[in-house]
Nanobody, 126 residues
Framework: QVQLVESGGGLVQAGGSLRLSCAAS????????MGWFRQAPGKEREFVGV????????YYQDSVKGRFTISRDSAKNTVYLQMNSLKPEDTAVYYC???????????????????WGQGTQVTVSS
C-alpha cells in the first residue's frame, strides 16, 4: 500500500509559479516511479510528467517541457512539481500517482499507476 497526499494548489496569474507537493508513505520511496497527471473540466486525465524511483530518469509532456520540473526528496518521502510560466490552459486538478513497476514504456497511461493522490486544484487566471 502507498498513501499519497497532495498539497500546494491554488490560484495564480498567468506567468506565475506554483509548487505542488505529494507526500508518500507505506513503501520504500525509491522503489516506485512517481507521476503527475492533470484533468481539466470536461477532459480526460492527461500525463504531465514522471520521475523514476531515484529521480535519475524523467519524462514530460511536450506542452510543459521547460516550464515544469519534477523533483524528489527522499528524506521527506515527497515528490514535487515545480510549475513556472503558468498559462490559463494549465488550469486543472493535478494528481500524483505511484507506479510500483517503475517507469516502463507506458508511463503516460493512467491505468499503469497503482495509487493516486486526492488531487489539488490549480487555477491560472489570464
Amino acid at each position: 500500500q502507498v498513501q499519497l497526499v497532495e498539497s500546494g494548489g491554488g490560484l495564480v496569474q498567468a506567468g506565475g509559479s506554483l509548487r505542488l507537493s505529494c507526500a508518500a508513505s507505506g513503501r520504500p520511496f525509491s522503489s516506485y516511479a512517481m507521476g503527475w497527471f492533470r484533468q481539466a473540466p470536461g477532459k480526460e486525465r492527461e500525463f504531465v510528467g514522471v520521475s523514476s524511483g531515484i529521480g535519475m530518469t524523467k519524462y514530460y509532456q511536450d506542452s510543459v517541457k521547460g516550464r515544469f520540473t519534477i523533483s524528489r526528496d527522499s528524506a521527506k518521502n515527497t515528490v514535487y512539481l515545480q510549475m513556472n510560466s503558468l498559462k490559463p490552459e494549465d488550469t486543472a486538478v493535478y494528481y500524483c500517482a505511484a507506479n510500483l513497476g517503475g517507469i516502463g514504456g507506458s508511463y503516460r497511461i493512467t491505468d499503469n499507476y497503482d495509487y493516486w493522490g486526492q488531487g489539488t486544484q490549480v487555477t491560472v487566471s489570464s
